[in-house]
Structures are given as C-alpha cells and as structure tokens.
C-alpha cells in the first residue's frame, strides 16, 4: 500500500504529456518538495519524463525539462501521468503498451486530470473507481464502462489513483502525506501554499460549476449561493424557493433535472463537507462544529454525520493521525 504509513522513501516517476496544465503538475510535484523539507529528509524522490525524452509543451507554450525517456520497464513506487485537453490523441497504442508495462513496475498508477483518461484508454480502470475533471465525467463514465466512476475530487482505489483537476491534484498529494507521515505533517505542507484544508477524496468537486450552471439554470445557481452563504443557519427550502422566485415544487424539479438530487439533500451535504473540514482540520469542539454547521445538537449533527461517511464525527478524528 501507498497510501499508508511508511518511513520509507517513495520513488516516483512522473510522464509528462504536451497539453498538461502547469499548476496540476505543480500540484503534483511541489508537495514532495515541500514535504521533504517538512520532514528534513529526503521522504519523496522523483524523476520528470517524456514518452519520447523531448520536452513536452505546457498548455501555456512553456518548454519543461524532463530527467529523459519513459522506461516501462524501471521499477518504481509510483508512476504518474499528467496530461490534459488533448489526451485522446496521445492514447496511441506504443504509449498505451507503454503505460500497461510500466504499470506492472510500479506499485501504484496515477492520473492527474486527464492522464485518467490515458489510464482509461490502457485498461488500468477497468474493475476500480476513478474521477476527472467535472466538465468530462458523463463523457468519461459512457467511454470506459468498466470504471465506476464518481464525481470526487480525487479517488484512491489502490493501485490507482486519479484526480479531478490541480487543485484535487494537491489535495491528493497532501493525503498521501499525511498517509504515509502523518496529518501534522500534511498541515505544515499545505501551510507552506497557505491552503487551510488537508481535504478527504470523498469530497465532491463542485458536483457542478456554479459557472456553467448559471447559463442553464440561473436559479439553481442561486439557490446554492444562497445555501452556501447560511450554513451556520439554514434556511428552509421554501424560504429558498420564494427568495429565487420559484414554488418549492418548482424548486424540486429545478434541482433534480440540474444536479440530480433534491434540494434539501444538495443542503445537508454542503454542510455535513463542512462539518467533515472542520472535524478532520481543526481542534474545535463537536458541539461548536454542530453549531457551525446548522445542527441543533451533538446527536443530530452525528446521526447525520454517520449516515454520510460511515462513522460519527467523533471516530473521525481519533483516526485522523
């Protein structure tokens, strides 16, 4: 196992693809660094490579230098693959063998953003739970039927990985540290980026953007700022409903043809991801976290908090080391 606790040193290569998004390997690269300094000792190891050892070409025009060519057939812990927008025209099948092999060398395959895709397209998903970016997930799920595939932000399914865009590529990185050396160091890792939250996979990527639902339906969109702003004290979907012009039936139809769940469930998730952050990132008390998150007790906010993660906020973080 990767993800778990290890005081050894992790050997990754990472395959870089023209068209990747410099932040998502940033996101990628920069918290072993950072870890490592963390830690003062060399925790995380890696070496930067091409399909064919030239330098790939960032989505901004900018040249990365890479360590040389893939090797499939060099043992490492981890292989990642980053690539992105133009995936499916690198799926040829030299670099889809390519890939098959190496991922018979490493103990653990990755897909960062649309390398997923390329893990698709090798058959390394096939049986596993995966993600991408959000704008691609019905297109990805309906092109390998064989992955069950789900809207989170990143997905851990030993052993592969994937990810949801850069900043899931940094909330992976960031569990994987805190796996592997502990949630205290995690935290100073993400300090070091000032980014407050150590985030579970499980968290949805914003099931939707707020973006692109506004240009279809501009009053679910509404509707979830609203909710978003009164999490400490939730509205009723009715006060929601009448605040965004609709009936609540209106509502309910609204939010089942735009995101596939009621409205008032859309509500308790968005706060029960908060409670999660709060229980799992900080030392606050239950009870304030349940205030925090519109509960009106201890018991509620953990009857809830059970049914949706599989244990009450209180087990969550005795295991949260």
Known sequence: ???????????????????????SLAATLDPMRGANRVLG????????????????????GLPIPVDGAFDPSMQQDALIVVAAFDAVHHATPRILKSLRAGATRSKIVGGIE????????????????????????EDFAARFPNADVEPDRFVVDEPVFTTGGATP??????????????????????????????????????????????????????????????????LTIAAIARRVGVS??????????????????????????????????????????????GFSAIASLSRAYRRQFGAPPSAARRTRS
Not at 10 to 19: A, E, M, N, R
Not at 41 to 60: E, N
Not at 116 to 121: A, H, R, Y
Request: with cysteine; charged share 20%.
């Open 1 to 23: 196992m990767i993800f778990a606790h290890s005081d050894e040193p992790l050997d990754v290569t990472l395959l870089l693809f023209s068209g990747l998004s410099l932040l």
């Open 41 to 60: 000792r060399a925790a995380y190891r890696w070496k930067l490579t091409s399909i064919d050892g030239q330098m790939p070409v960032a989505s901004c």
């Open 114 to 137: 649309s390398g997923s895709w390329l893990m698709g397209f090798a058959g390394l998903l096939d049986g596993r739970r995966a993600t991408t970016h959000w704008e691609d997930l």
């Open 169 to 234: 590529a940094l909330d992976c990185m960031l569990s994987l540290i805190r796996a592997r050396n502990g949630y205290s160091a995690a935290l100073d890792v993400a300090s070091l980026y000032i980014y407050e939250e150590v985030r579970t996979g499980s968290d949805v990527q914003p099931i939707v953007s707020l973006g692109r639902i506004r240009q279809h339906e501009p009053r679910v969109a509404e509707a979830i700022r609203i909710m978003e702003t009164h999490i400490d004290r939730p």
């Open 248 to 293: 609540t039936r209106g509502l309910e139809t609204l939010f089942q043809k735009t995101v596939d769940v009621s409205p008032g469930v859309y509500y308790v998730t968005l706060r029960l991801n908060a409670a999660r952050r709060l229980v799992l990132d900080t030392n606050l008390p239950i009870a304030d976290i349940a205030e925090r998150t």
